[in-house]
């Protein structure tokens, strides 16, 4: 019950543009959708969340749908270092209980 | 430390032992968590603190496994009588609690264990 759906795997050429999208259509007014990676055997790392609008950081951007049941994470400039495990939540809160589906499996290929 | 903190990093023991996990979490942060990762597997949620209390700990896979915190800081994540089912990557997490929703979890590295 994990509340997202994910492709299981991409590929992405390095440098190119990785797109990672994800499907919440059971989504709640006041839930954020949360990005979180994993790299092989580190903890998971925070990327970014949002809850209506884009948003944009350093490492990422994440463009959520009009009706929300649905998010892009976009990587601008892919490197061999972004090769992880990508992991898209929905909570209330990020100290709300979170349920981690298996996440998408990016490798950039050089 | 500067972030969470997690020990020990690895820990191979016999069926049968009693384990000890711990974490501590950034300061200031009273919300914590804990979840497994089983090789393979995405993470999997077992229990979360607010301050020294555990509203859900739904998560726990029998009652082998239980958690506590303390002084609203260090956690301690026990497995009695372990089983190598139980062999995986523990992580723990915190967060601020009274920050607004716009706040993320802090994850620590991880200890992995493995039950022999």
């Known amino acids: 019950d994990a509340k997202t759906t994910q492709p299981t795997s991409m590929d992405c050429a390095e440098g190119r543009a990785a797109n990672l999208p994800c499907n919440h259509s059971t989504i709640s007014g006041n839930e954020y959708v949360y990005w979180y990676r994993q790299i092989h055997s580190q903890g998971p790392q925070y990327i970014i969340h949002?809850?209506?609008n884009n948003e944009t950081n350093e490492m990422a951007s994440l463009i959520i749908t009009e009706d929300r049941k649905s998010s892009t994470l976009i990587l601008p400039h892919a490197t061999l270092r972004d090769t992880a495990v990508y992991y898209c939540i929905v909570t209330k809160t990020s100290y709300d209980k979170v349920i981690f589906g298996p996440g998408t499996s990016l490798s950039v290929i050089p | 430390g500067a972030g969470v903190s997690q020990s020990p990093s690895n820990k191979v023991t016999e069926k049968g032992k009693d384990v000890e996990l711990r974490c501590d979490p950034i300061?200031?942060?009273?919300?914590l968590y804990w979840y497994r990762q089983s090789l393979g597997q995405g993470l999997e949620f077992l229990i979360y603190f607010q301050g020294n209390s555990a509203p859900d700990k739904s998560g726990l896979p029998s009652d082998r496994f239980s958690a506590e915190r303390t002084g609203g800081s260090v956690s301690t994540l026990t497995i009695q009588r372990t089983q190598q089912e139980d062999s995986a990557v523990y992580l723990c997490?915190?967060?601020?609690?009274?920050?607004?929703?716009?706040?993320?979890?802090?994850f620590g590295q991880g200890t992995r264990l493995t039950v022999v």
């Open positions: 300061s200031g942060h009273t919300a």
């Open positions: 997490a915190s967060s601020l609690e009274y920050a607004t929703r716009n706040t993320e979890a802090f």
């Open positions: 949002g809850l209506k």
